[in-house]
């Protein structure tokens, strides 16, 4: 089974370890550089976005994980873990980093104050088309969507129409992939369902 690293400076580490074990991966939570060798892909979980850059300096993680992103190592961002991967982050804090692994715009908290958390059922390209298959439940915390994505990223959930009140939100992008970097503005970590890293755990096996 694939050694599958979660980043563990910040954030819900727990919930996707507990996910990844459930589905038979071995999951390593990853805190400093040396516990990146030989994993076969790493998760980047939810938390708060620029407290996780802070701290991976502190860790001096940014560096070792840019580059092992940059030669090929499959990654799964969730929400702050997304806006880590990005390659281009709106209404951030100036000195935050980004890890530049996913050829998107990312606009942090974007939702709005209103409607700052919800929940909606989604499509998901790979997982909801196949026969038979459940909407995906999508749990949005303080989540950012994607603003732009560029022509090698492939959308794989948008908000569907009336799904929060406020209209600005129908049509946006929350779920991409690049290669073998996969990311999504929701939570999938919090619902039990475990098709999302699934999805991730198949992308790495066969990468
Ligand atoms: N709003 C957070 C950020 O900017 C992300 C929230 C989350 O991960 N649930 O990093």
């Known amino acids: 089974s694939p050694t599958i690293g979660v980043l563990a400076v910040q954030g819900d580490v727990r919930e996707h370890v507990a996910a990844l074990t459930a589905l038979g991966a071995t999951p390593r939570p990853v805190r400093r550089a040396e ?7 790493i998760i980047i979980p939810g938390g708060e976005s620029t407290t996780m850059s ?8 940014f560096d070792p994980l840019r580059d092992a992103l940059a030669q090929g ?17 709106l ?10 692994a996913l050829d ?19 499509d998901f390209a790979g997982i909801t088309d196949r ?19 560029g022509p090698g990223v492939t959308v794989l959930a ?8 406020d209209t600005r939100a129908d049509g946006r992008i929350v779920a991409v992939a690049q290669g073998p970097v996969v990311a999504t503005s929701f939570h999938p970590e919090v619902t039990g369902d475990l098709r999302v890293h699934e999805y991730f755990v198949d992308l790495v096996r066969r990468s």
Do not use: K
Not at 78 to 86: E, K
Not at 91 to 100: G, N
Not at 104 to 117: E, L, W
């Open 35 to 41: 516990e990146l060798d030989g994993l076969a892909g």
């Open 54 to 61: 802070r701290l991976l300096g502190v860790f001096e993680l």
């Open 73 to 89: 190592l499959p990654a799964y961002g969730s929400c702050a873990g997304m806006i880590m991967l990005a390659s281009r982050i």
């Open 91 to 100: 209404d951030t804090r100036s000195d935050a980093r980004h890890l530049d």
């Open 104 to 122: 998107i715009t990312v606009r942090r908290n974007a939702f709005g104050r209103q409607t700052d958390s919800f929940e909606t059922d989604l």
């Open 131 to 149: 026969p038979g298959a459940a909407p995906l439940r999508g749990v949005f915390i303080r989540a950012p969507w994607v603003e732009t994505a």
């Open 158 to 165: 948008t908000v569907p129409p009336g799904a929060t009140p």
